[in-house]
């Protein structure tokens, strides 16, 4: 009987941890994976920036870059998402020590900066809208709105993914699946960060150039 | 409202042409004939369950195989077909008939058809055989149980059959596929030009389906890099591997350049946009370099699996290691770097200058080096070698002299003043079909002959494989080769009609009857699978080594278990089974292995994205948001689904081998009673005629 206790114990043992082994490989190709999707969304960006560096003095007498921007919100949203990105930054501590409540709490930040900025974001295509620009109305403001709009896509769908995780978190607890796509998510997030620097720099100081 | 609801939609978009018509009749009797079989035979829960919702990559494969194949047959050789035909009959002196002015296509109907001609052969035959070849034989390869994400496997496939449908969409709605040429160059892409579904249609099949290449390819390079078995280096990695994953980097490198160029130009056809458009800032050309961005290193993501393919092959039939590993996988990685800064040489009468022009032709040269080097490889594998005349063997002869035949060329096109004289030629056709056709198509011939005795349990009839071979060649040579000197005579490519005192007509005449030569080779290749299925004993593979291979995926079974490995094996050199082989094959450990359950969510989400595509065609919002919605909704149900593994125990794998060693035994016991030979064609003939006469007679399907 202690023998048979004993067998069903390092068997136990030994499937508990070829699991863990399992675990551990799988989230490290997932994380890569992910890694390389990133790359491929960069390079749809790439194609946008190369898109706007060609096509934004086409503006057929319209108002260019310099006569639109304003430079303190554009300064605005770079320090909101560059906050939120710190605020996901502790949050993914606080996940992968399995803090609960924490993750909600700093996530619930990360979540209610990527608003603003979204808010902020929309409020100047509003506005250019408002003066009777659109999409159509020239090679410049098809680029900029298609290039920046894209990176406020990819914003709403950050922020819906992380609603919907934290839903999940708040109603099945951090296990780890979720806590792996917390940390998917918070990678997808940076990189929107970095992203928006590029537009940041490429988009609203270069027109001053 | 009516616009709210259906958008362009009409009437008129319904069928009523006659090749409309007719496509719409024969793929309408397809499927009703599929739905009478499945519904008769009470086959629809087990296609279901076995096939369709299967993560495993070899049914996988094995799909994308039938689908890739059938592209090939029912519509990219038909079109080649239909275009040769026009061509010998387009001579400005004989009369048109059908209502068209000269031989029997409206020049509107040539230009659709050599559009989609374009499409189709590169997105959904090439693209559909390459992933079908890495899908069955990569993880077999690499000694892994499964693929890195299963689902996202099952996704890039249905998003593949998602674009197939789409592309033949205007069968059923709509009347026509874009004119434009296989890339769509803009201005004539957009609305100014392309009013029409046509183009809205090129745009969301290739969109679709080259989303799921670029989710196919991130699988791949996470299962390659990280799921080799223990003591597999990339420096011991199977060279049709290597070829798998240098070209899954490239697509990771250019499809996202193709899906953000074609959202644009659907962006300049539906919100007005002006990134291509000739009015308002727009610039057309920066379309063109976009486009070939991708399109130049797309011919290298077909053709590098390709070259692996013909290096596994040339290895096992010469009984050699490859010549010089190391030159040949560098050979391949130095072709996928050089791919990736030639796309100018496309359009160097664009006028982009001498020192622009430069660059990319000397660039063009270069690539010209490391392919050499392969060729050398393979060459010198062959020296000295004991080789066997095998018909995978034949396709890489075949493939040697053709693309030998297409690479110079190349490098003649590739001399930018040259170029100006060979641009938009029949030269230049003759080229890229040199390479497309001898490189990849020969590629994928050559490896699904190789593999199928791992696929199917038994190898392929040598005979009829042959005679199919020959008949490609032949017939290859007959149309390509008066291609290449019609071109020298000054035939611009995409011609439906041409001056009678040009002569060029008994060319094309010529073209014609190689074509239909090749047609020939294709029915001997459907006739060789079905000879091979009626011989099966004969054919049959006990080992799972019929070819004495050098690589894993010869040492399992044929078929291959659902599972590829009951034991992990443990690699130590290159050429690792032949290595087994030799060391003595260790004994094998059952485990307990975790294998993936299959799921629909593939199918689910690309009907979502094929109805999304559907209604931007046609303008039908709200079709477009609801289905939208469903598709992420699909996505969230499926990635926060956490219970997608099952487990088959090791007591379990254990009785599925041995059931399975039982079955090959009994197999190998049942004496054979046909003749000691490949059945040649006369024999299939008769055979297929009796059987025939016997159902009529005797109105049963099988004799009982």
Redesign the interface.
């Known amino acids: 009987m202690g023998v048979e206790r004993y067998k069903d114990k390092t068997m136990a043992e030994s ?1 508990a941890t ?1 699991e863990m082994n ?1 675990e551990a ?1 799988a989230n ?3 994380m ?2 992910f890694w ?2 990133l ?3 960069l ?2 960006f ?3 920036f ?2 706007y560096a ?2 934004h003095g ?3 007498g319209g108002p260019g870059g310099s006569d639109l921007f304003s430079q303190p919100l554009a300064l605005a949203e770079t320090l909101i998402l560059l906050t939120s990105s710190f605020t996901c930054g502790i949050g993914m501590i606080a996940a992968r020590r399995g803090n609960k409540n924490q993750v909600l709490v700093w996530f619930g930040i990360t979540f209610l900066l990527g608003l603003a900025f979204l808010s902020l974001e929309l409020q100047e295509f509003a506005e250019f809208i408002r003066e009777g620009h659109a ?6 403001f ?2 900029f ?2 290039l920046v709009g894209t990176h406020g896509l990819h914003i709403i769908s950050g922020l819906f993914w992380m609603f ?1 995780t934290l839903v ?1 978190v708040l109603v099945r607890g951090l ?1 780890r ?1 979720l806590v792996r ?1 917390l940390a998917l998510l918070s990678l997808f997030w940076h990189f929107l960060d970095i992203v928006w620097i590029f537009i940041f720099t490429i988009v609203y100081l270069m027109a001053y150039v | 409202m009516k616009e709210f609801l259906i958008g362009r939609l009409s009437m008129e978009a319904l069928p009523h042409e006659w090749f409309t018509i007719g496509g719409s009749a024969f793929f309408g009797a397809l499927i009703l004939a599929l739905v009478v079989i499945l519904t008769v035979t009470k086959r629809w829960g087990w296609l279901w369950k076995e096939w369709l919702t299967s993560v495993d990559p070899k049914k996988i494969g094995i799909m994308y195989f039938i689908v890739a194949g059938f592209m090939l047959i029912a519509r990219g050789g038909l079109e080649a077909l239909m275009m040769w035909l026009q061509q010998a009959l387009g001579s400005s002196d004989m009369p048109g008939f059908l209502g068209a002015s000269h031989g029997y296509l409206s020049a509107e109907h040539f230009q659709q058809i050599f559009t989609a001609h374009g499409n189709i052969m590169v997105f959904f035959v090439a693209m559909g055989f390459i992933f079908g070849l890495i899908n069955y034989i990569v993880p077999l390869q690499i000694g892994a149980r499964d693929l890195a994400s299963p689902f996202l496997n099952t996704l890039g496939f249905w998003l593949f059959v998602a674009g197939v449908v789409m592309v033949n969409m205007f069968f059923f709605v709509g009347g026509e596929y874009a004119a434009t040429g296989w890339l769509a160059v803009a201005p004539l892409s957009g609305t100014e030009f392309s009013p029409g579904t046509g183009m809205d249609y090129l745009i969301w099949s290739l969109q679709i389906s080259g989303i799921g290449t670029t989710l196919g390819a991130i699988n791949f390079i996470m299962t390659i890099l990280k799921m080799r078995a223990p003591g597999m280096t990339l420096w011991k990695m199977p060279a049709f591997t290597w070829g798998s994953l240098c070209s899954m980097i490239m697509a990771v490198t250019v499809f996202p350049l193709l899906t953000a160029t074609l959202f644009l130009v659907f962006f300049d056809r539906y919100f007005d946009t002006h990134f291509f458009t000739t009015a308002l800032g727009g610039n057309a050309m920066m379309y063109t370099n976009l486009i070939w961005m991708w399109g130049h290193p797309e011919v290298y993501i077909l053709v590098l699996p390709a070259y692996g393919v013909f290096t596994e092959i040339v290895s096992t039939f010469s009984r050699k290691a490859i010549a010089n590993y190391t030159s040949n996988i560098i050979g391949l990685i130095g072709v996928s770097l050089f791919a990736l800064s030639v796309w100018l040489h496309h359009f160097f009468t664009m006028g982009a200058g001498a020192d622009v022009n430069s660059f990319f032709g000397v660039m063009t040269i270069f690539i010209a080096i490391p392919t050499t080097v392969l060729v050398f490889t393979w060459i010198a594998t062959m020296y000295k070698g004991r080789i066997r005349m095998t018909t995978p063997m034949l396709w890489f002869l075949g493939f040697i002299a053709v693309f030998t035949f297409g690479g110079v060329t190349g490098v003649m096109l590739a001399v930018p003043p040259v170029d100006f004289q060979f641009h938009n030629s029949l030269f230049l056709v003759a080229h890229f079909h040199s390479n497309v056709i001898g490189g990849v198509l020969f590629g994928v011939f050559a490896g699904i002959s190789y593999w199928f005795p791992k696929i199917a349990g038994y190898r392929l009839n040598e005979r009829l494989g042959r005679y199919a071979f020959w008949c490609w060649m032949i017939g290859f040579s007959l149309s390509f080769i008066p291609m290449y000197i019609l071109g020298l005579m000054g035939a611009t490519r995409r011609l439906d009609t041409y001056d009678a005192s040009s002569g060029w007509q008994p060319f094309y005449v010529l073209m014609l009857i190689g074509g239909i030569i090749i047609a020939v080779g294709v029915a001997l290749q459907l006739a060789q699978i079905i000879a091979s299925v009626i011989q099966k004993r004969r054919l049959h593979d006990s080992t799972g080594d019929p070819w004495e291979g050098r690589t894993l995926e010869w040492a399992v079974p044929s078929p291959a278990p659902s599972y590829n490995f009951a034991t992990i094996p443990q690699v130590t050199t290159r050429d690792a089974y032949w290595e087994m082989k030799k060391q003595g094959i260790p004994a094998r450990k059952f485990e307990d292995i975790r294998m993936p359950k299959n799921t629909a969510s593939g199918i689910y989400i690309s009907i979502f994205a094929f109805l999304v595509g559907f209604a931007l065609v046609w303008h039908i919002n709200w079709l477009a948001i609801v289905s939208l919605i469903g598709a992420i909704v699909c996505v969230i149900a499926r990635t926060f689904n956490d219970d997608t593994e099952y487990v088959v125990t090791a007591a379990e794998v254990e009785k599925m081998e041995e059931t399975r060693m039982a079955k090959v035994r009994a197999l190998h016991a049942e004496k054979d009673t046909g003749p000691d030979e490949d059945m040649g064609l006369l024999e299939f003939i008769k055979l297929v005629i009796t059987w025939a006469l016997n159902v009529i007679r005797t109105r049963r399907w099988r004799n009982q």
Do not use: I, P, Q, W
Not at chain 1, 135 to 140: D, P
């Open positions: 499937v070829s399992h490989a490290d190709r997932v890569f994976g390389v999707y790359m491929t969304d390079l749809m790439a194609v946008l190369a898109v060609v096509l086409n503006t057929e999409l159509s109305s020239n090679a410049f098809s680029s709105f298609v919907v999940f296990n699946h796509k």
